[in-house]
Structures are given as C-alpha cells and as structure tokens.
C-alpha cells in the first residue's frame, strides 16, 4: 500500500444551521459537535466520554465509521492520521494541529471567514511536517510517501457551492441528505454574494477572496494544505466529494497545475444533482469511485448509506479505496462497518440497573 497518512481537517460553519442544509449530525445543537466526535473515532474507534455519536435526523452513523473501520481492517499503524483544527466549535479529545482558524460565520455574512489568508497560509506551511509524519520515520526511513486528506464540515457542501460561484466554476454540490436541497443552497450561496457585493466569477484567480467571502475555514486549510504540498512535492490524494472539489479549485486558482487525483464514493459519483465528473473534469481532477456494495448488507448503517444519507465525509472514499487496493474484501469491509457501528451505539445505550443493556423484543421472563 506504501507509506499514506490519512490527515482529516475539521472544523465548523454557522451555515449548518439553516434549516434543511445539512444532516451531519441529529440536530443543529448536536451538528456543532459533529466534527470533535468524528476525530475521535477516527483515532480511537469511540468519542470521548462526553461527546455523542454523530449521526443524522434519519438515523445513519457518521462516515467517520467507515474511515475507522478501514484503519482497524489495514491495522491503524499501517494507516497513521493527523487532525487539523481548521474552526472546531467543540473541544476534541483527538490530538489536532492548529492552523490559527476560527469557528466559520454563516455564508450568508458579508465575511463569513475572515481569517481566511493566515488559514491558507498557515496550513500552507503545515504540509512539510504532514509529510514527514508518516511511519517511515518511525522505521528509519523517509516519511509519507503520500498523504491523504479528507474533511468533516457540517454544511460543508454549501460553503462549497459558495466558492464554486465564486470562482466561477461549476456550481454544483452533493449533500449529506439523500434528496439533495441544491436549489435551496443556490438561494443561500446568491444571498451570500450579495451580502459580500460579490458577483458570481468575481474571485476568479483570487482563492483568498473566494474562501473570505463565501467559504469556510476547512476549505482554506484543505487548499493551503494543497498548496503546500505542491511547493514540497509532496503527492496527495484528496478523499471526498464536491467539498474537496472545491478545495482543488481553489488550489487551481492559486496557481497549482499538478495531478491532483479525488477519491470519492460512487454515491457521490452518480448523484447527478451534484456532477461531480464534469467538474473533476474541468479541474483536471483525476477521479476514482470506490463502492464496497452497502445495498448488499442487511445492518441499518449500510442500508442508510445504501440510500444515500452521508455520501462522503471523514475520507470516506479515499479510505474504501485503500482498502480496494489493498485487496481488502468487501464484504469484511462492511462486516467491520457494522461491527464498529454496534460497538459505539452499544457504548451509548442506556443500561438498566444491572448494567446491561435493555433490548426490544422477545419472551418476557
């Protein structure tokens, strides 16, 4: 598989808290938490004792759960993570890097990321010790060979469609949602640009701009990091859908014309609402759709994936990939998905005063 590290950026927008956006988290008070828990489990398999499961309104557990059960299938040595904190809005019990960025405004804000040039840059100047984070070192050797980075950013999508218009690029998203609300999001992104007196195009060339004005913080880090790796030769993959599209965009308009593959889902993929291929296609994006065959499960979690709620996110994509090509079954994939969702519900339920755990069903005693 060669030497990958996954680096997950995290952070928060007050744009998921329109009603309708998102479904990254049960409700817009849980949402906030969304990005803490899934760093997390991630790194440890189960949120800190105050933290709660993500899942969505519908019921489906946080992508984070697949990310953590490809690390636990290839061994988690053999797939190191870092965290960047690019705007967390709740404290994390997983060891973050900071890159100076604040909680995101709502895009609809005149400014809703102010700070977004020290972002960029600061993350910018992250990717050198990225690199050499990797397990190479631990053995002697030179570092990563590759990283692979992913994001977890409720209302992600639409601070995506944000700066899409406003470089002037394809305005088309995904959504944690299985019905995609894209019109709803255009209206948002249209009240946004107006609010900041930007026209759609009117960043073009001026990545900085984009994010200041119709981003969030995670797409500064995800592009400074992109950035960064370019100047260090550092190869990079990003694992997500159109909220890394966006990123490579920016990173386009920085000036950055190096291969830049997108390893996604076939969820996203096929989602016609968001045409991801066209716009990896007029990014120049190298574009590769992993599907490990949730319809062929029988547990909830795969079934709800299956129909479309949590498409990508936490490197959902990137991660079934290395997977695949690791030559990881998909049918063990989706076992060990299963088995970590049950093992965090499992952790949440409440118990009776025995300590175990109530169940439904069955022969009263």
Same mark, same amino acid.
Request: proline content about 9%.
């Given at each position: 598989?060669?030497?990958?590290?996954l680096?997950?950026?995290?952070?928060t927008t007050?744009?998921?808290?329109?009603? @309708?956006?998102?479904?990254?988290?049960?409700?817009?008070?849980?949402?906030?938490?969304?990005?803490?828990?899934?760093?997390?489990?991630?790194?440890?398999?189960?949120?800190?004792?105050?933290?709660?499961?993500p899942?969505?309104?519908?019921? +489906?557990?946080t992508?984070?759960?697949?990310?953590?059960?490809?690390?636990?299938?290839? #061994?988690?040595?053999?797939?190191?993570?870092e965290?960047?904190?690019?705007?967390?809005?709740?404290?994390?019990?997983?060891a973050?890097?900071?890159v100076?960025?604040?909680?995101? #405004?709502?895009?609809?804000? %005149?400014?809703?990321? %102010?700070?977004a040039?020290?972002?960029?840059?600061?993350?910018?100047?992250?990717?050198?010790?990225?690199?050499a984070?990797?397990?190479?070192?631990?053995?002697? @050797?030179?570092?990563?060979?590759?990283?692979?980075?992913?994001?977890?950013?409720? @209302?992600?999508?639409?601070?995506?469609?944000?700066?899409?218009?406003?470089l002037?690029?394809?305005?088309?998203?995904?959504?944690?949602?299985?019905?995609?609300?894209?019109?709803?999001?255009?209206?948002?992104?249209?009240?946004?640009?107006?609010?900041?007196?930007?026209? %759609?195009?009117?960043? !073009?060339?001026?990545?900085?701009?984009?994010?200041?004005?119709?981003?969030?913080?995670?797409?500064?880090a995800?592009?400074?990091?992109?950035?960064? +790796?370019?100047?260090?030769?550092?190869?990079?993959?990003?694992?997500?859908?159109?909220?890394?599209?966006?990123a490579?965009?920016?990173?386009?308009?920085?000036?950055?014309?190096?291969?830049?593959?997108?390893?996604?889902?076939?969820?996203?993929?096929?989602?016609?609402?968001?045409?991801?291929?066209?716009?990896?296609?007029?990014?120049?994006?190298?574009?590769?759709?992993?599907?490990?065959?949730?319809?062929?499960?029988?547990?909830?979690?795969?079934?709800?994936? !299956?129909?479309?709620?949590a498409?990508?996110?936490?490197g959902?994509?990137?991660?079934?990939?290395?997977?695949?090509?690791? @030559?990881?079954?998909?049918d063990?994939?989706?076992?060990?998905?299963?088995?970590?969702?049950?093992?965090?519900?499992?952790?949440?339920?409440?118990?009776?005063p025995?300590?175990?755990?109530?169940?439904?069903?069955?022969?009263? %005693?």
């Amino acid at each position: 598989m060669g030497d990958v590290t996954l680096v997950v950026v995290a952070g928060t927008t007050e744009t998921a808290a329109i009603d @309708g956006i998102s479904a990254a988290g049960a409700d817009p008070d849980l949402r906030v938490h969304t990005p803490s828990a899934d760093l997390e489990i991630v790194a440890s398999g189960r949120p800190a004792p105050g933290s709660p499961v993500p899942v969505s309104p519908g019921g +489906c557990p946080t992508p984070a759960v697949v990310t953590r059960a490809v690390r636990e299938l290839l #061994g988690t040595e053999s797939l190191p993570a870092e965290f960047v904190d690019a705007g967390l809005g709740a404290p994390t019990a997983a060891a973050t890097r900071g890159v100076g960025a604040a909680p995101g #405004g709502d895009v609809r804000d %005149p400014e809703p990321v %102010p700070g977004a040039a020290t972002v960029f840059e600061r993350a910018r100047s992250l990717a050198p010790d990225l690199a050499a984070s990797g397990s190479g070192d631990d053995a002697g @050797g030179e570092g990563t060979t590759e990283l692979l980075v992913a994001e977890t950013i409720p @209302g992600g999508t639409t601070t995506a469609l944000g700066v899409l218009t406003a470089l002037g690029e394809r305005a088309a998203v995904s959504s944690s949602l299985p019905a995609n609300p894209i019109e709803r999001k255009r209206r948002v992104v249209a009240e946004g640009l107006d609010a900041s007196g930007l026209d %759609p195009g009117g960043a !073009a060339g001026d990545p900085i701009e984009a994010v200041r004005l119709a981003g969030d913080p995670v797409l500064a880090a995800v592009a400074g990091l992109l950035v960064g +790796c370019a100047d260090e030769e550092v190869d990079i993959t990003l694992a997500g859908g159109t909220q890394l599209a966006a990123a490579a965009a920016l990173a386009r308009h920085a000036g950055v014309d190096r291969r830049l593959p997108l390893a996604t889902t076939s969820l996203v993929a096929d989602d016609p609402t968001a045409d991801l291929p066209a716009l990896a296609a007029d990014l120049d994006l190298t574009l590769a759709a992993a599907d490990p065959g949730f319809a062929e499960g029988d547990h909830p979690a795969l079934a709800a994936y !299956a129909r479309g709620e949590a498409k990508e996110g936490v490197g959902m994509g990137g991660t079934l990939a290395l997977a695949e090509r690791a @030559g990881v079954a998909d049918d063990a994939v989706r076992d060990r998905i299963a088995a970590v969702t049950d093992r965090l519900l499992a952790e949440r339920a409440p118990r009776d005063p025995d300590g175990s755990t109530p169940t439904s069903g069955g022969d009263p %005693p």
